[in-house]
């Protein structure tokens, strides 16, 4: 299993326990070393789509802390709460 791979895992795990900024930190490593893998090669479409898993697990995080003002930062996350109508 790749670092990566294990760092999502443990993102998911840290999640699930509540350990906010440890779920954090690990999904922020995992979109680094991701990044790095998928920019050397870009047709690799694993790799994508992981990349794109793990910051939806990051926007997700985010929007349960409700730091919304970082999930506007994250690369490829449009995200706008709308209010109800």
């Known amino acids: 299993m790749g670092s990566w ?3 999502i895992c443990q993102g998911n795990n840290c999640f699930n326990e509540q ?3 440890l ?3 690990a999904y922020l490593d995992a ?3 991701l990044e790095q ?6 047709t690799d479409v694993q790799l994508m789509m992981a990349w794109m898993a793990n910051m939806h697990n990051l926007a997700t995080l985010y929007e ?3 730091s919304s003002n970082k999930c506007k930062r994250l ?3 449009d ?3 709308s209010s109800p109508t």
Do not use: C, I, Y
Not at 37 to 42: A, P, R, S, V
């Open 5 to 7: 791979k294990e760092k």
């Open 19 to 21: 350990h906010w900024h």
């Open 23 to 25: 779920a954090e930190k």
């Open 31 to 33: 979109a680094n070393e």
């Open 37 to 42: 893998e998928w920019f050397t090669n870009l």
């Open 64 to 66: 349960t802390l409700d």
């Open 75 to 77: 690369p490829g996350v």
């Open 79 to 81: 995200f706008e709460r």
